[in-house]
């Protein structure tokens, strides 16, 4: 078979031969890859950023992908911490860390939407007490994650969805999707009055959002949850001392480790589900793996998925 292999943290994935894997014990199925996306998440671990685990290598990269086993079933599968992920043209998964999907589906649209869609799905369901009627501004709504973010706020039933970005032209998309508002990063006191925060950015410009949120606030008593999720814009922000003491502000983090993997795992089938049902709009463009090479450190608004 073939496979996208990465030999150091710092060099790029080249596409080759590969053994073709042999389940280990009774919990592995060997299945056929059919779609995998190339998603933050992918080149994070590849190249041993993120918090989550340690890159050993040679590895082949992808944490997740939907596949056919050998009765011939769809999955959508979620590979924990492995040397061999989805982009190969077979890999091994624990069938627990798996939900099987309907005839017909297009494996293209799960494949890119499952793992942006969950971040957003996941915080709201599992890591903050979130109930419908309730105002949302997602920080970072251009990205990929952003725009499901801001669709799955509404599907949950969010009175009041605000999207805020750099890119006007990107943010007025936004309204067809959901959106009751869009603004920018200097616009940010026009959100004060939200009740829950998802934040894709980070960095310098959440943490200059703080403090013109909390001042503009009708009530500082009503509590703000910022979820943090993403940190485009850096790894740590500046956080004054006075957004924590001025305002009812609780500030949390969404992701691995922060979220036990059962609760992740649970909400696979109802998010498979409105991904399949054309609940959340999806943006995916498919791209041969043998072109790994090419599109390895690609940005685009489209989530780029491999297919054998």
């Known amino acids: 078979m073939h496979a996208a292999v990465i030999q150091a943290a710092d060099a790029p994935p080249v596409y080759r031969e590969h053994p073709a894997p042999e389940p280990r014990h009774g919990d592995e199925l060997a299945v056929e890859v059919l779609a995998a996306g190339l998603h933050h998440l992918t080149r994070a671990k590849a190249n041993g950023s993120h918090y989550s685990g340690d890159a050993a290598y040679p590895l082949v990269p992808g944490v997740d992908g939907v596949v056919r086993d050998q009765e011939g079933n769809v999955?959508?599968?979620?590979?924990?911490d492995t040397p061999l992920g989805t982009f190969?043209?077979?890999t091994l998964i624990d069938p627990r860390r798996s939900v099987i999907l309907p005839d017909g589906i297009d494996?293209?649209?799960?494949?890119?939407a499952m793992n942006p869609a969950m971040s957003s799905w996941v915080a709201l369901r599992r890591r903050v007490d979130f109930h419908a009627?309730?105002?949302?501004?997602?920080?970072?709504?251009?990205?990929?994650?952003?725009?499901?973010?801001?669709?799955?706020?509404?599907?949950f039933g969010a009175a009041h969805v605000i999207a805020a970005g750099r890119d006007a032209a990107r943010l007025s998309a936004l309204t067809a999707l959901?959106?009751?508002?869009?603004?920018?990063?200097?616009?940010v006191g026009r959100a004060a009055d939200v009740d829950v925060v998802i934040d894709y950015v980070?960095?310098?410009?959440?943490?200059?959002?703080?403090?013109?949120?909390l001042v503009a606030r009708a009530d500082r008593t009503v509590p703000l949850t910022w979820i943090q999720i993403g940190s485009v814009a850096?790894?740590?922000?500046?956080?004054?001392?006075?957004?924590?003491?001025s305002a009812r502000l609780r500030i949390v983090g969404s992701g691995?480790?922060?979220?036990p993997a059962r609760d992740i795992l649970a909400e696979l089938p109802e998010l498979a589900s409105a991904v399949t049902g054309g609940a959340i709009d999806v943006r995916a463009r498919a791209v041969p793996l043998a072109r790994i090479g090419e599109v390895w450190t690609e940005e685009t608004g489209d989530r780029i998925v491999l297919v054998p």
Request: hydrophobic share 50%.
């Open 178 to 187: 959901g959106a009751d508002e869009t603004i920018t990063f200097d616009e």
């Open 202 to 213: 980070w960095g310098e410009p959440a943490a200059g959002a703080m403090i013109p949120m």
């Open 256 to 259: 691995i480790g922060s979220v």
């Open 88 to 90: 190969a043209d077979r």
């Open 75 to 80: 999955r959508y599968a979620v590979l924990d």
């Open 234 to 245: 850096g790894p740590t922000a500046p956080i004054p001392a006075a957004a924590l003491r």
């Open 107 to 112: 494996p293209v649209r799960i494949a890119a």
């Open 133 to 155: 009627g309730q105002r949302v501004l997602v920080l970072g709504a251009t990205g990929n994650a952003g725009r499901m973010a801001v669709q799955i706020a509404k599907l």
